[in-house]
């Protein structure tokens, strides 16, 4: 590599912190802002355990002037932050990146973003980044639907649907989906496809009593934020240890 380049790279490294982190989610990531802070990130290069950089790694470092640009917004911005994450994680600069991914989508859950804590859930679900965990998918799930996430609501009533990472609440989870059902009628085709399909199942399935007392709850939750009415579930009972990304 030239000067020339190896200029370049060390003004990438110094101003983006991408890659620099071993974080979970009871300690997530903290947003690199300051020169002083940003110097103690590129002596981290060579004082923490770090994976050697693949060549395909080194070289998206040079890529896009469109990935610098997020990264810098990302510095400050959970906005920036949840895209950049997803755009590693969708594969928009090259190869697909989880484990980078997950790092900006937990920067950006740091600051109460929804649809970081949200997509951190999907990823703990199917394994992504982490090991799949459906315990710690709902616990992220209901972070995001108590902040009034209605994609969140319906990502953890399916949980609750299947009994996974919960015990199974067919009752709680038409509640949640019907609460949700003008989102979910109103996305695209494709979208929430589950959910209408488990909607479906749920009207079938409910016994005439059960239904009955998920229409009062429904009709009760017309008036009450996602966080109260969340309260009837008790969620998960097992303990939820920290799990940092996988390797």
Not at 35 to 59: E, F, G, L, Y
Not at 88 to 99: C, H, R, T, Y
Not at 109 to 122: D, E, H, L
Not at 148 to 176: C, N, T, W
Request: proline letters at 7%; charged letters at 25%.
């Amino acid at each position: 590599m030239n000067s020339k380049w190896r200029l370049v790279v060390c003004t990438l490294l110094i101003s983006s912190p991408l890659a620099l982190f071993a974080a979970d989610d009871q300690e997530l990531i903290p947003v690199i802002g300051s020169p002083k802070s940003r110097t103690a990130v590129v002596s981290t290069i060579t004082s923490k355990q770090q994976p050697a950089a693949s060549p395909s790694r080194k070289s998206d470092l040079l890529v896009s002037p469109v990935r610098q640009a997020l990264e810098n917004k990302a510095a400050t911005d959970p906005i920036a932050q949840y895209s950049l994450g997803m755009a590693l994680l969708n594969g928009d600069f090259g190869a697909k990146s989880p484990l980078d991914a997950m790092r900006w989508l937990q920067a950006s859950a740091r600051k109460g973003y929804p649809p970081a804590t949200t997509q951190i859930g999907r990823m703990h679900r199917d394994g992504l980044g982490v090991a799949a965990d459906p315990f710690k998918a709902v616990k992220w799930f209901r972070v995001g639907a108590e902040a009034g996430f209605r994609p969140a609501q319906i990502e953890l009533a399916l949980m609750y649907f299947e009994g996974k990472g919960s015990h199974q609440d067919l009752v709680e989870a038409f509640v949640m989906l019907e609460s949700a059902s003008p989102t979910i009628r109103l996305a695209p085709e494709g979208e929430f496809a589950k959910a209408r399909k488990a909607l479906s199942e749920l009207e079938k399935r409910l016994s005439p009593e059960q239904m009955s007392l998920a229409r009062e709850r429904v009709a009760e939750a017309k008036g009450q934020s996602l966080a109260a009415m969340m309260k009837r579930h008790p969620g998960t009972s097992k303990k939820v240890t920290p799990q940092k990304p996988v390797r």
